[in-house]
Structure formats: structure tokens, C-alpha cells
T-cell receptor, first 115, second 111 residues
Framework: DAGITQSPRHKVTETGTPVTLRCHQTENHRYMYWYRQDPGHGLRLIHYSYGVKDTDKGEVSDGYSVSRSKTEDFLLTLESATSSQTSVYFC??????????????FGPGTRLTVL | QKEVEQDPGPLSVPEGAIVSLNCTYSNSAFQYFMWYRQYSRKGPELLMYTYSSGNKEDGRFTAQVDKSSKYISLFIRDSQPSDSATYLCAMSPNTGNQFYFGTGTSLTVIP
């Protein structure tokens, strides 16, 4: 998994509670991404980061926030978890923002269930 | 209409068969085309990466891009049970690194 770890790997939580997922990389890649994967929707981009403290929204960012205080760590926070956020969350990294120079490499995923 | 369309399958073939997986897309700006393989409960792993139209071969795998038809394919020759996985297509325009993914095709190769 290209030097990417995600924690926790599994989590069950209740509606309304905040949840933070962590992505850690050892590749020193500049760009990091959070996706969610749901049946019938494939992978959808939530947020991405193009450097320490530099982040931007993706396709499905509502209800999520991110932070990146170090190159190696990218945190995804569900401010108040809802059942619609039950999903598998993947972190990805890339060395370049330009597809011609690099592609994205994925972590092992976090399976989140919101009851 | 989704940017990328992919038949979800499931697809079941006998060992040794040739497998054809396909995606269509609507955005003519897409220049980079990827295939990822995802085993059950694992993250996607990059299988093939191609630029613009044409073919690219890597062992038993061949990726084909037809930009005029907005259609990409992945062929697997001499399929093996270890090829059983979900295959995701992904594509990106020339600028930026926003990837657009298909929903994935589930493949089972029966021994």
C-alpha cells in the first residue's frame, strides 16, 4: 500500500458524535486525498491537500473537514456523524498534482459504521 | 449522466479465459487513463496507466484507449483465480490531478 497507513481500520459510532480518521504516509508525497467508496457510486473525492495547511474541497465535502499539520499526516473529521456517512474511507497520495507525472496510490481503507 | 460509466457485472469466467473490461466516458478533456485492481476489503492498487489513445501491454494485461469513441478497455489473457477482484477504471484531464472513477466491475475467475 505504498507506505500508507490508515487508523482506525474499523470503527462503529453513533449518530451525532464526532469522528476523526487518520492517514499517515512515509513516502514524503506532497499531495494527499480522502475518498469514500459506496456501492453504485465508486470512489468519490471528499477533500484533498496540496501541502501542509493547504486543503481544498472535493465532490462530496459537506459534513467533513480536514487538517494537515505535517507532511505525513492528513486527518479527516466527521463533525457530527450521520448514517449517510457509513462508508469505506480511503486515503490516497501522489507526488505530483499533474496526472502526466504521477498517479494516486491508495491506503488500506477505514470501514466506518454510523448507527 | 455520470462522467465515467462502468458495467458493475458481476462477471464470472473459467480459468484461462480472456477477459474484457470496459468503461465509457463523456468528458473529451480526459487524457490519462488508469486501471486499478481492488481485492476484497483492500485498497485499490494501480494496474495500468496510459496516456491518450493506443494500447499498452504489461504481461497478461493490455489496456486500450479509443478517444474517438470515448471508450477504454482492459484485457486479461489467460485469466487466473488470483485475478478475481474488482477492477476500477479512472481518468483525469490534462491539468490538475482530479481523478474520476468508474463504479468498478467485479470479476470472478473459476478454477
Amino acid at each position: 500500500d505504498a507506505g500508507i497507513t490508515q487508523s482506525p481500520r474499523h470503527k462503529v459510532t453513533e449518530t451525532g458524535t464526532p469522528v476523526t480518521l487518520r492517514c499517515h504516509q512515509t513516502e514524503n508525497h506532497r499531495y494527499m486525498y480522502w475518498y469514500r467508496q459506496d456501492p453504485g457510486h465508486g470512489l468519490r473525492l471528499i477533500h484533498y491537500s496540496y501541502g501542509v495547511k493547504d486543503t481544498d474541497k472535493g465532490e462530496v465535502s459537506d459534513g467533513y473537514s480536514v487538517s494537515r499539520s505535517k507532511t505525513e499526516d492528513f486527518l479527516l473529521t466527521l463533525e457530527s456523524a450521520t448514517s449517510s456517512q457509513t462508508s469505506v474511507y480511503f486515503c490516497a497520495i501522489s507526488e505530483s498534482m499533474v496526472a502526466s507525472q504521477d498517479t494516486q496510490y491508495f491506503g488500506p481503507g477505514t470501514r466506518l459504521t454510523v448507527l | 449522466q455520470k462522467e465515467v460509466e462502468q458495467d458493475p457485472g458481476p462477471l464470472s469466467v473459467p480459468e484461462g479465459a480472456i477477459v474484457s473490461l470496459n468503461c465509457t466516458y463523456s468528458n473529451s478533456a480526459f487524457q490519462y487513463f488508469m486501471w486499478y485492481r481492488q481485492y476484497s476489503r483492500k485498497g485499490p492498487e494501480l494496474l495500468m496507466y496510459t496516456y491518450s489513445s493506443g494500447n499498452k501491454e504489461d504481461g497478461r494485461f493490455t489496456a486500450q484507449v479509443d478517444k474517438s469513441s470515448k471508450y477504454i478497455s482492459l484485457f486479461i489473457r489467460d485469466s487466473q483465480p488470483s485475478d478475481s477482484a474488482t477492477y476500477l477504471c479512472a481518468m483525469s484531464p490534462n491539468t490538475g490531478n482530479q481523478f474520476y472513477f468508474g463504479t468498478g466491475t467485479s470479476l470472478t475467475v473459476i478454477p
